[in-house]
């Protein structure tokens, strides 16, 4: 950059015979700071009748000019008659602009308010509140929506349907499975250490299949596909949003509950049970080989011992947390994208509310499950 | 001082398929108003894209401030950077930020200056594009479209560029407001000493601001010349282009 290097710097002289500053150089934004901490002098002559000369400018820009507008008014301060000689027109121009609005340059835009904690407090209730209606609102209007369908096979937006099994179910078939085998060798591994030291091996398979089937891969699956579906819908709706896509369709008279929320209700629901029971198959699986590496419990005696005490009923104990655990995926990563506001900020924040409210959510829903499943003795 | 500030010679771009600039040659001297004129999808945006260094392009050679933009190292790369400015057709201003805390952002990475002499500093862009002093504390989203031009153009000036690029600043302004933007690039130009490559499509705006006009179509500039020439061009594109508006 032999250009900016050859720009001379910025200087400013005092000429004590002609009392008479003299500016040198580019006064520009990169040497304004230099200027400011070193080359304007700090003491100041006073009550003297001073001249400023730009002859020797080869630059002079606003931060330049906003400089020596403040070097002037010190300069004013100290009762001095100041003058200015040979700047030219343009360079006059910026400085009367300054000198103009130089009220305004001093304003500081007044903080955001701050509240007491009461004030946030009710604020945060009715926000809550509110949200709390537009969740309902929505459940209302899937319902409705969903009842309506029936007669009008079309309304169901098959494709979209696919789309999202595809989506939140076909792509996730790996991580579900590599995650649920880990767990199931995990999870045997903990109970066998328990159960070899009372020579208890064949429980294994027992208490695996039950702790797998009823609760680990249910909730497994359920946390991974909150992670990912949950924050994918939140990111897609909401960037539709920002987009004025969603107005778009209310200005078409089309439903964006029809067309947006139902498809991956529905299809969040179909792929729900499968996932889950896919993830069962590799958490069995790695159960399985962790107990006839650590335990020598073969495979044969594993699998028949886990039909005959644990069974299918077992399994669907915990397939039936499927419908509840994917609705409210859904519908939580659906209204958060509703709830976007135009900025790059809010995406984020909804996303992040998005996750964090399935999740919470999902593990209420499970405590809720246990709770029923107790009192139904089963 | 009166080497051109921009040079391109033999650009050109393949996209999407195409070759979107097969032969680009242009000039842009100290001080002038140049403004780049063409079709919907002529390439203007990607000429511009090209020179601001977003977008490598195919082949050919672009000069900016005298240095090869195609061959530099990232270090002087960002020392020119810091000698343009740029306003967005959509403004991007950060959302996340006030307007005023938007000008001085470039400041604040940029600069050493002390925070008080930062805000004055961003207060006198702001009164020189016309914007009142409330808007400093205001955000983005807060202000009308015609605001958040101005506002944009604020950050653009923040470093007092040399250099300014302006992508289609009048679109979607009312002719009132289109007209105070011309009046300030002009207004701007003139303290500041710039020079300004405007992407526009307003002719009125065009026969108010420009020293020149450059009509982009089939991949090369067809003609530069002052607006009310370029309107009598023979070129059947060019009359093309015209009778249209």
Redesign the interface.
């Known amino acids: 950059?032999a250009?900016?290097m050859d720009k001379p710097l910025a200087n400013l002289n005092y000429d004590s015979d002609e009392k008479r500053y003299i500016c040198e150089g580019n006064w520009?934004?990169?040497m304004?700071?230099e200027l400011?901490s070193s080359l304007i002098p700090s003491t100041l002559p006073r009550a003297t009748s001073l001249t400023i000369s730009g002859k020797d400018l080869l630059h002079f820009?606003?931060?330049g000019a906003?400089?020596l507008f403040?070097f002037i008014t010190d300069l004013r301060k100290n009762e001095n008659q100041v003058e200015l000689i040979d700047f030219n027109e343009?360079q006059q121009?910026?400085l009367s602009?300054?000198e103009e609005?130089q009220a305004?340059?001093?304003?500081?835009?007044?903080p955001p308010e701050k509240h007491s904690l009461l004030y946030n407090l009710g604020k945060e209730t009715i926000t809550k509140l509110g949200q709390a209606q537009g969740l309902t609102a929505m459940i209302g209007d899937i319902a409705y929506k969903l009842l309506s369908a029936i007669h009008h096979i079309k309304r169901l937006h098959v494709p979209s349907i696919i789309a999202t099994v595809y989506n939140t179910g076909v792509t996730a078939l790996p991580i579900v499975a590599l995650l649920s085998f880990l767990i199931g060798v995990v999870l045997s591994y903990q109970m066998g250490l328990q159960l070899e030291t009372y020579g208890a091996n064949i429980f294994i398979a027992y208490i695996s299949g039950m702790a797998i089937f009823r609760e680990f891969s249910p909730l497994i699956t359920a946390i991974i596909v909150a992670g990912r579906t949950s924050s994918a819908f939140t990111a897609q709706i909401g960037s539709m949003k920002i987009n004025e896509e969603i107005d778009a369709l209310y200005t078409m008279g089309l439903s964006p509950t029809e067309l947006l929320v139902i498809p991956r209700v529905i299809g969040l629901l179909i792929v729900f049970p499968l996932l889950i029971f896919w993830s069962v198959f590799f958490a069995t699986l790695g159960a399985m080989f962790m107990s006839k590496a650590m335990l020598d419990v073969g495979y044969f005696d594993f699998l028949s011992r886990l039909q005959d005490s644990v069974g299918i009923k077992q399994l669907l104990l915990g397939l039936y947390k499927a419908p509840a655990f994917a609705i409210l995926i859904a519908i939580v990563g659906c209204y958060q994208g509703m709830l976007v506001?135009?900025?790059?900020?809010s995406v984020g924040r909804q996303t992040t509310k998005s996750v964090v409210q399935a999740l919470f959510l999902i593990i209420v829903a499970d405590a809720v499950y246990s709770i029923i499943y107790s009192w139904l003795g089963i | 001082m009166d080497k051109p500030i921009i040079e391109i010679s033999g650009l050109k771009n393949f996209l999407g398929g195409q070759w979107v600039h097969s032969d680009v040659n242009l000039t842009v001297k100290k001080g002038e108003i140049l403004a780049i004129i063409g079709g919907s999808g002529s390439g203007k945006t990607t000429l511009l894209r090209s020179i601001l260094m977003l977008q490598e392009p195919s082949a050919g050679r672009i000069h900016v401030?005298?240095?090869d933009v195609l061959s530099i190292d990232e270090a002087?790369a960002n020392?020119i950077r810091?000698r343009w400015g740029m306003l967005f057709q959509h403004s991007a201003l950060f959302?996340?930020l006030?307007v005023?805390e938007n000008i001085m952002f470039p400041?604040k990475e940029l600069?050493?200056?002390?925070s008080q002499?930062m805000?004055?500093?961003a207060?006198?862009?702001?009164?020189?594009v016309g914007l009142s002093?409330?808007t400093?504390?205001?955000?983005p989203?807060e202000l009308s479209g015609g605001m958040q031009r101005r506002a944009a153009a604020a950050r653009a000036?923040a470093?007092?560029p040399e250099l300014l690029f302006l992508d289609e600043p009048t679109s979607g302004l009312d002719p009132l407001s289109a007209k105070k933007f011309d009046e300030l690039i002009l207004f701007l130009r003139?303290?500041?000493?710039l020079t300004v490559v405007v992407i526009s499509h307003d002719i009125e705006s065009l026969k108010r601001t420009t020293d020149r006009v450059a009509f982009v179509g089939k991949g090369k500039i067809i003609s530069v010349e002052p607006i009310e020439d370029l309107m009598n061009n023979k070129n059947p594109l060019i009359q093309d282009y015209f009778s249209k508006a």
């Open positions: 950059m250009m900016i520009a934004i990169q304004v700071s400011q820009d606003s931060a906003l400089c403040n343009q121009a910026l602009i300054i609005k305004d340059l001093k304003y500081i835009p007044s506001q135009a900025s790059a900020d | 401030f005298g240095e002087d020392e810091k959302s996340a006030t005023a400041m600069t050493t200056l002390d002499f805000r004055e500093l207060m006198l862009k702001l009164a020189l002093k409330e400093a504390g205001k955000l989203s000036i470093m007092d003139d303290t500041l000493n």
